[in-house]
């Protein structure tokens, strides 16, 4: 199980580069126009994100060798309480605490935009290298 794993391609790598481009382009507008307070909403939501990421990966990881009805019910339904519990992260934070509720938002649906997109470039990744590494005889046939 785990040369399966080394040969998959590098998610964290993914994950961590995409994070390190953010912060490097947006440090200086961020620390010039916006308040300490925000600056902490933008933190909490990029680490709602990234945990709502990894738990993904983690799901991703159990559900690929799966049989196709097993992998879209982890896929697609981890999608969904991950969705669920992202919500209620938020909902905690902006009735308990006093982070500015747009920038919390805001910085979650980016973030979780941008890893989602890598959570699927990822899924598409190891797909193909699975083709490879197993031919499709159907398509073999009518080659």
């Known amino acids: 199980m785990e040369s399966s794993l080394q040969k998959k391609p590098g998610?964290?790598?993914?994950?961590v580069i995409s994070s390190l481009l953010v912060i490097i382009l947006g440090s200086y507008p961020v620390w010039k126009f916006f308040t300490v307070n925000q600056i902490n909403s933008f933190?909490?939501?990029y680490i709602i994100s990234l945990m709502n990421a990894v738990l993904g990966y983690k799901l991703n990881t159990m559900a690929?060798?799966?049989p196709t009805k097993s992998f879209m019910m982890l896929v697609f339904?981890?999608?969904g309480i991950r969705l669920i519990l992202v919500m209620l992260f938020l909902v905690i934070l902006i009735q308990f605490t006093t982070l500015d509720?747009?920038?919390l938002v805001g910085s979650v649906f980016f973030f979780y935009t941008l890893f989602i997109s890598i959570e699927i470039y990822f899924l598409h990744k190891v797909q193909m290298q699975a083709k490879k590494h197993n031919p499709d005889p159907v398509k073999?046939?009518?080659?």
């Not at 073999?140 to 080659?143: G, Y």
């Open 77 to 79: 339904g981890g999608m």
């Open 140 to 143: 073999t046939d009518q080659s």
């Open 43 to 45: 933190v909490f939501g």
């Open 64 to 66: 690929f060798n799966k």
């Open 11 to 15: 998610f964290f790598k993914y994950i």
């Open 101 to 103: 509720s747009l920038s």
